[in-house]
């Protein structure tokens, strides 16, 4: 009898074990859930930083494209380190500004009047880089976004 006492006793004293350890199992497991989801949190939180960081870089880049043929190949090798595809818009706009721009240079008189309005354009597609909008170089943009694809 007295062996049927102690294994009784025994069998209490490990359900009461058990059940202590089932406690602090099912504590550690919402501790830990806890941590996973202030994680998960924590890592959206930068990721959606990272992309608003890549979306102000493009709209950088852009507006680096605007500033001379320096500013252009500078935009070009920052646009292939983080590929943006407003930058790359506003970099294909550039460059055909540009090769526009060069072209009528070297025809007296008519060109250079026709390079003022090349101004006017690039100073139009400069408002579009800086309030963030795909603006189309009006009458050509099509043209150079169609020629230029590979930037």
């Known amino acids: 009898m007295a062996n049927d006492q102690n294994l009784g006793d025994d069998l209490d004293d490990m359900l009461?074990?058990?059940?202590e350890t089932e406690r602090e199992f099912t504590d550690h497991t919402k501790q830990s859930a806890n941590e996973f989801t202030e994680d998960a949190k924590r890592a959206t939180r930068n990721l959606e930083n990272d992309v608003n960081a890549i979306a102000k870089d493009g709209k950088n880049?852009?507006?680096?494209?605007?500033?001379?043929?320096?500013?252009?190949?500078?935009?070009?090798?920052?646009?292939n380190n983080t590929k943006s595809d407003f930058?790359?818009?506003?970099?294909?706009?550039?460059?055909?500004?540009?090769?526009?721009?060069?072209?009528?240079?070297?025809?007296?008189?008519?060109?250079?009047?026709?390079?003022?309005?090349?101004?006017?354009?690039?100073?139009?597609?400069?408002?579009?880089?800086?309030?963030?909008e795909k603006k189309l170089?009006?009458?050509?943009?099509?043209y150079f976004q169609d020629w230029f694809k590979s930037f």
């Open 16 to 19: 009461d074990d058990s059940q």
């Open 61 to 79: 880049i852009a507006l680096i494209a605007h500033l001379t043929l320096i500013g252009w190949i500078v935009a070009l090798v920052m646009n």
């Open 137 to 142: 170089t009006p009458v050509v943009g099509d």
């Open 87 to 132: 930058a790359s818009f506003y970099i294909r706009q550039m460059l055909g500004l540009m090769l526009c721009a060069i072209v009528l240079s070297v025809i007296p008189l008519v060109g250079w009047i026709l390079n003022l309005g090349l101004l006017v354009l690039w100073i139009m597609s400069l408002i579009g880089a800086v309030n963030g």
